[in-house]
């Protein structure tokens, strides 16, 4: 489903180069439940986010269902990740004025899908996560557990393939972030979602099916369980 080829992205802090990246290589199949871990510095977020077309690389390629990312433009890959990614975030990231049903059902109302489709699916999803009930309070009433099960709705609803995660348990207790771990790989167990996480979370790394170890912007090992 996904292949990364030789990628190279650098940063540029004044007259420094700083190389994030140096010639990974990667394939990625549908369904698969994987971390990307390493120390600070490693190249782990920003592997990520140019999987999740956000960030621009150096050379290289990656792609994505026999897509290729670096012949996209800019609109063609808001478009490319609306219509076939999903991302939770370690700040959760979600809109403080809007309910868990509004922040979840904004994503359904960017694909111009009707208003009986939209809370349908939204309903569904929130009670799939463990939410029944709390739809309309907003983020400041809920813990940080139920802030992560929001986002997790927001990235599950539209049904993406793929869903991207950066540090997802970096602001959770130990046992609210087991509890977050146990709802994903449910949910890639039942869905077939292909869920790649950014972590240095031990428990995080203990729960991937494949765990690999970037240091220094390389590929230090890649272990499937």
């Given at each position: ?9 650098n ?38 986010n140019l999987i ?7 050379g290289?390629e ?40 509004e ?40 813990s ?82």
């Amino acid at each position: 489903m996904i292949k990364v080829e030789n990628v190279v992205r650098n940063y540029h802090a004044g007259e420094t180069v700083v190389k994030a990246l140096r010639g990974v290589s990667l394939e990625i199949g549908k369904g698969e439940f994987l971390s990307i871990a390493g120390p600070s510095g490693s190249g782990k977020t920003t592997l990520l986010n140019l999987i999740g077309c956000i960030d621009q690389m150096d050379g290289g390629e990656i792609s994505i269902k026999d897509e290729k990312i670096s012949s996209m433009n800019k609109k063609e890959k808001t478009n490319f990740r609306r219509n076939n990614l999903g991302f939770i975030f370690q700040t959760y990231n979600l809109i403080p004025v809007l309910t868990a049903y509004e922040n979840v059902s904004f994503v359904l109302s960017l694909l111009n899908l009707g208003e009986k489709e939209i809370q349908d699916r939204t309903m569904a999803i929130l009670k799939e996560v463990g939410l029944e009930g709390m739809e309309h309070r907003r983020p400041s009433r809920l813990s940080g557990g139920q802030q992560q099960r929001v986002a997790i709705a927001r990235a599950l609803v539209k049904n993406p393939e793929i869903v991207l995660a950066d540090e997802p348990t970096a602001n959770l207790d130990s046992d609210t972030g087991k509890e977050i771990l146990e709802l994903m790989k449910e949910m890639n167990r039942k869905h077939k979602t292909t869920f790649i996480f950014s972590t240095h979370d031990k428990m995080v790394m203990e729960y991937a099916s494949r765990l690999v170890m970037l240091h220094d912007g390389q590929i230090q090992s890649d272990e499937r369980r």
